[in-house]
């Protein structure tokens, strides 16, 4: 797999989620020395306590935007479980690698705390499908698509390098900037060209605009395999 279009993604699911964000807003659910656990679902091996619930809750909460409730906080956290136990069983590299990951970007207290490992392992697993459809199913029509339900994408564009911008031109139906978008973020470049009246361009994108079109991929990617993923779960679903 391209290393390059690792990178792109994973940074792009990262911006998305925030880890780091709901790590400082949550510390206090495992640090509390008053805590009170009860539990709340017990079978076989795995046991859900309330404290695991509402730290779930807290990151789901971070996470999405939206309240989840207790049961289906449950149902998550079984489904969570079940996944990582799978891979610890039958690919115990993979989990390594997402270890690595983790360390490298978190330190090593996120993997010493088994509800923010397990939370950060899921996501990660769930952005491998991201990966592969960006990597392999992602075509020009889809960004086509995208860009299509945008009001607009108007950005400026120069004959100079940018140093001079020339004027703004709305490209959400422009053939050159589409392709070359993709070719560019697949190859981790920032070289954005257009022709207009036969005159070539560069499309100025600054970081945030820049920010703005990958999440708008990523957004749409985890729609298109958001079945293909609940599928692979449950799958591996054995409470």
């Known amino acids: 797999m391209n290393k390059k279009v690792i990178y792109f993604l994973m940074n792009q699911v990262i911006l998305i989620m925030d880890y780091k964000k709901i790590f400082s807003v949550l510390i206090i659910f495992f640090y509390s020395s ?21 730290t779930y809750q807290e990151l789901y909460k971070n996470n999405y935007g939206s309240l989840i409730d207790n049961n289906n906080a449950i149902k998550d956290l079984v489904l969570i479980n079940n996944l990582i136990n799978y891979f610890e069983e039958y690919n115990k590299d993979f989990i390594n690698r ?7 970007q978190y330190g090593d207290k996120y993997l010493d705390d088994y509800n923010y490992r397990n939370f950060i392992r899921f996501s990660k697993i769930r952005d491998e499908f ?5 990597n392999n199913n992602l ?3 889809e960004i086509e698509k995208i860009f299509n339900e945008l009001d607009n ?3 400026p564009i120069s004959i100079n390098e940018c140093l001079i911008i020339e004027k703004t031109v709305d490209l959400r139906n422009n053939q050159d900037f589409i392709k070359n978008l993709l070719h560019n ?3 981790n470049l920032k070289d954005f060209k257009i022709k207009i009246d036969n005159i070539d361009y560069k499309v100025c994108i600054d970081e945030s605009n820049l920010r703005f079109l990958e999440q708008l ?17 449950y ?3 054995k409470n």
């Open 34 to 54: 008053s805590s009170v656990s009860e539990v709340l679902y017990k079978k076989e091996n795995l046991i859900i306590t309330s404290i695991d619930v509402n």
């Open 98 to 104: 997402i270890d690595s990951e983790i360390l490298n």
């Open 130 to 134: 991201i990966i592969n459809y960006f």
């Open 139 to 141: 075509e020009i029509k």
């Open 153 to 155: 994408l108007t950005l």
């Open 185 to 187: 973020l697949k190859n």
């Open 217 to 233: 991929i990523v957004k749409y990617i985890e729609s298109q395999t958001n079945d293909e993923f609940k599928y692979f779960v």
């Open 235 to 237: 799958g591996k679903t």
